[in-house]
């Protein structure tokens, strides 16, 4: 089975009469059609017209099923197809937008020249003000390159757009952030320090987005160093964080011990290194790694990880096995063994569906839809922006990890994406240890 990649709605008429709706959704089903949100969008006297979102594998099978429910009969019609999701995109998702109400002369004054003089003058005096008087203290530059974006690979950071869009629409709704989305129009690790660098005064922290690997680590190490606002690899450390919320769920439902448990990452890549380090550093004793690239396997056994050369050894071998090569279909469904926790992260598309995981045993399984960063990063930069912190540390993630877990219901893996009651505990819980440590930095410069 494929993962349903199109999306389309399409809007049916059927006569008001018992049933009617059960045939269309038959007929869809039959298509191999899976229906999302049946919305109605009209009720007349003797008929209704609805919006049916249906997601399907193949472009083609949208022609087979608006070809069958055409053939339908008893006055059941099909009006329209349309492409929601680009529909979604057209103008792009997000727009700069005024705080003020501009209507008068006065307005004009106090919000531009000459009022804002007086607000430069005080920012110059004092730069920490600008956190108070401009937007800067709850802005994050959202950065890529465009070199690894989902699993697309190398599309160049125009192409890798909607995603960075996407991300500023999690900021600004999950968790009150502007992420405002910045394009680099280069792949040279000194170029893109030298960049963000230069653009990071109009930020309170900087999300390194979809930035591919090996390159990714020497940025963000080097950002995270010379910069002294809170950095992070979405790619890297979000996702770890979202993984370990995941393996922690998978293993208290599946009673398994996660630190003596067998790991096995496939793909060692941004997110594939980051979830094994984040594991090792959790107490997991072993974590087999499979790459296909020889540098990769090496950085995993510098950090104290065991590189393996097939990845059915390492299916054969592990408790749970997580997945981000960016490959589909790349694990075969007569790999997997009974009772295995399966976690095939790479979006757009899984290493192995989840439901053909479980048809061949597994006992829990995902893909990237769900345990997804989305989870992770916003609450993690609300929280430390309230800290007004400087960076974002280890504790900080393992606490946002653990805090996922815990708003997850029992035999869940993660809670509901857009549950904001989780980001919000999330953010709390990224806080107070960003307290706690600006509490530690107080008291050692003051001894
Ligand atoms: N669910 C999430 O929240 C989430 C977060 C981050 C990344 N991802 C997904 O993970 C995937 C990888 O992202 P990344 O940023 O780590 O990319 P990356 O390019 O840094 O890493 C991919 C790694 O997979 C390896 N690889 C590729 N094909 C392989 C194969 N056939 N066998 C073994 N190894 C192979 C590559 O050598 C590389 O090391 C993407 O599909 C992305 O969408 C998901
Ligand atoms: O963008 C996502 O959905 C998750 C992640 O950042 C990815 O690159 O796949
Ligand atoms: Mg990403």
Not at 8 to 15: D, F, I, K, N, S
Not at 143 to 153: E, H
Request: charge should be negative; include cysteine; proline fraction near 5%.
């Amino acid at each position: 089975m494929m993962s349903k990649q199109i999306i389309r709605t399409l809007m049916v008429e059927t006569p008001s009469i018992p049933g009617n709706l059960g045939k269309v959704a038959t007929t869809i089903g039959l298509a191999g059609g899976d229906i999302g949100e049946i919305q109605t969008v009209k009720v007349g006297p003797n008929y209704t017209i609805r919006n049916i979102t249906v997601q399907v594998d193949h472009e083609e099978q949208i022609e087979e099923l608006a070809d069958a429910l055409s053939r339908l009969d008893g006055g059941i019609r099909l009006h329209a197809v349309s492409d929601e999701v680009l529909h979604a995109h057209e103008g792009g998702k997000i727009h700069m937008k005024s705080k003020v109400d501009l209507q008068t002369l006065a307005d004009l004054r106090r919000v531009y020249t000459p009022g804002v003089a007086n607000v430069c003058r005080i920012i110059e005096k004092e730069p920490d003000k600008a956190k108070i008087y401009t937007s800067i203290g709850n802005s994050v530059a959202i950065v890529t390159d465009g070199t690894a974006i989902l699993g697309l690979g190398d599309i160049g950071p125009v192409a890798g757009m909607p995603v960075m869009e996407g991300k500023a629409v999690l900021f600004d709704q999950l968790a009150g952030i502007n992420g405002i989305p910045i394009l680099l129009n280069t792949k040279d690790p000194d170029e893109i320090v030298r960049t963000v660098k230069n653009i990071s005064p109009g930020y309170s922290g900087i999300l390194l987005e979809d930035i591919g690997s090996p390159h990714c680590f020497e940025v963000e190490e080097r950002l995270k160093k010379e910069l002294d606002i809170p950095v992070m690899h979405d790619d890297q450390h979000g996702t770890a964080v979202v993984t370990l919320a995941a393996t922690i769920s998978a293993c208290k439902s599946a009673g398994i011990d996660l630190k003596n448990a067998q790991v096995g990452q496939i793909g060692l890549g941004a997110a594939g290194l980051a979830i094994s380090r984040m594991l090792m550093a959790y107490g997991v004793k072993d974590v087999f790694g499979a790459d296909k690239s020889p540098d990769a396997k090496v950085r995993l056994a510098n950090y104290g990880g065991h590189p393996v050369d097939s990845i059915e050894m390492l299916m054969n071998t592990c408790d749970i096995v997580i997945a981000t090569t960016g490959v589909p279909g790349l694990i075969q469904k007569q790999w997997v063994r009974p009772g295995q926790v399966i976690l095939a992260l790479s979006n757009p598309k899984p290493e192995i569906e989840p439901e053909v995981a479980l048809q061949a045993g597994a006992a829990y399984a995902a893909d990237g839809r769900s345990v997804n960063n989305v989870l992770g990063f916003p609450g993690i930069f609300r929280g430390v922006l309230n800290a007004q912190s400087s960076e974002i540390t280890h504790p900080m993630l393992v606490a946002a990890a653990e805090t996922i877990a815990a708003c997850t219901k029992p035999g869940d893996l993660v809670p509901h994406p857009l549950d904001l009651n989780v980001h919000k505990m999330v953010t709390e819980a990224v806080e107070r240890v960003a307290v706690q440590d600006n509490r530690k930095v107080e008291y050692t410069c003051s001894l």
